[in-house]
């Protein structure tokens, strides 16, 4: 398998769930990226990962919490979440150089009830 | 602060005709620019990249035009199919910031049969 994939697809959870979503690249980059994508709204960086350090962590809510185990992999661990944080949420790639494309995955879309 | 704004919102087209779609930025500081297309509900596809020392790059029947001092760019879609219709969204990637990209808010196209 190639690309870029995100599981799950669709996730619909309560606001007192825990729950987890997964990336993994297979394209061989070293920087790893979440984005969060509402409606209507430019795409929003929330975490950036190097070479499995974060590198960037912009003003997210502690109630979303990333996890970078290795250069093909990335987690995004929610809890408590509010109706608000629902929204299309995508992962994207890269090698770690100003000067690269980045890959995105399908996205996961996220619905908090 | 970087800024991305594209023009129209939203289009509408009848099939075969040429089209192009509008990304401007307010600051010329920038390493690249990046073009995306998205089906409603999915993840990004990342179409070209244009680095800042290009002008223009092409795949198929799209061609993508930078013109940095004047921060603008362009994307060209020759001979649209209904396949294409999407959205288009264009981000850059500032030159005061390895990792972060700045989007539009994107190009909803519509070809019609």
């Known amino acids: 398998e190639t690309g870029v994939t995100q599981t799950p697809r669709h996730l619909v959870m309560g606001m007192t769930n825990k729950k987890s979503l997964k990336c993994e690249q297979h394209?061989?980059?070293?920087?790893m990226y979440w984005y969060k994508q509402s409606a209507k709204k430019p795409l929003e960086l929330m975490f950036v990962?190097?070479?499995?350090?974060?590198?960037e962590n912009n003003s997210v809510p502690s109630r979303f919490s990333p996890e970078c185990p290795n250069s093909s992999h990335l987690f995004l661990h929610l809890h408590t979440l509010q109706p608000e944080d629902s929204a299309l949420y995508l992962c994207?790639?890269?090698?770690?150089?100003?000067?690269?494309?980045?890959?995105f995955g399908q996205g996961t879309r996220l619905t908090v009830v | 602060k970087q800024e991305v704004t594209q023009i129209p919102a939203a289009l509408s087209v009848p099939e075969g005709e040429n089209l192009v779609l509008n990304c401007s930025f307010t600051d010329s500081a920038i390493y690249n620019l990046q073009w995306f297309r998205q089906d409603p509900g999915k993840g990004l596809t990342s179409l070209l990249l244009?680095?800042?020392s290009q002008r223009e790059q092409t795949s198929g029947r799209l061609n993508a035009s930078l013109d940095k001092s004047s921060g603008r760019s362009t994307l060209y879609i020759a001979a649209s199919q209904p396949g294409d219709s999407a959205t288009y969204l264009c981000a850059v990637r500032p030159e005061d910031s390895n990792y972060q990209l700045i989007w539009g808010a994107g190009t909803k196209l519509i070809i019609k049969p």
């Open positions: 994207a790639s890269s090698q770690s150089s100003v000067n690269t494309e980045a890959f």
């Open positions: 394209l061989g980059h070293n920087a």
């Open positions: 244009i680095q800042s």
């Open positions: 990962y190097s070479l499995e350090e974060r590198v």
